[in-house]
């Protein structure tokens, strides 16, 4: 499963940001998606979870960006979306999308990952 993210850019701080993931598979069809989550890995850290959201749409956060990011999901388009609100300068990373399973055409589909979109802060 490829995935592609878009919308990331660079934004003052207290801006908003809007980044998507859209979900394909080349040569078949998609028809379920599990599990989606946004990582972000900043330069000279570890990558990690920012948000996650089920396929039924529970969604949980990392403690650092509670309150100002949503994550949610179109499952009929294959996509996730991250609202991202009162950035701050600490969120500036490259953020990935992940899929944790999908069912398609051509079988199972596990851990796919995106190319990353990069999200830079200003002061």
């Known amino acids: 499963v490829q995935l592609v993210e878009s919308g990331g850019g660079l934004v003052q701080s207290g801006g908003s940001l809007r980044l998507s993931c859209a979900a394909s598979?080349?040569?078949?069809?998609?028809?379920?998606?599990?599990?989606m989550r946004w990582y972000r890995q900043a330069p000279g850290k570890q990558r990690e979870m920012v948000a996650s959201?089920?396929?039924?749409?529970?969604?949980s956060y990392a403690a650092s960006v509670k309150g100002r990011f949503a994550i949610s999901r179109d499952n009929a388009k294959k996509m996730v979306y991250l609202q991202m609100n009162n950035l701050k300068t600490e969120d500036t990373a490259v953020y990935y999308c992940?899929?944790?399973?999908?069912?398609?055409?051509?079988?199972?589909?596990?851990?796919?990952w995106g190319q990353g979109t990069q999200v830079t802060v200003s002061p």
């Open positions: 598979l080349s040569s078949g069809v998609i028809f379920t998606i599990g599990d």
């Open positions: 992940y899929l944790d399973r999908a069912g398609t055409s051509r079988g199972p589909r596990y851990e796919s």
């Open positions: 959201i089920t396929q039924g749409g529970d969604s």
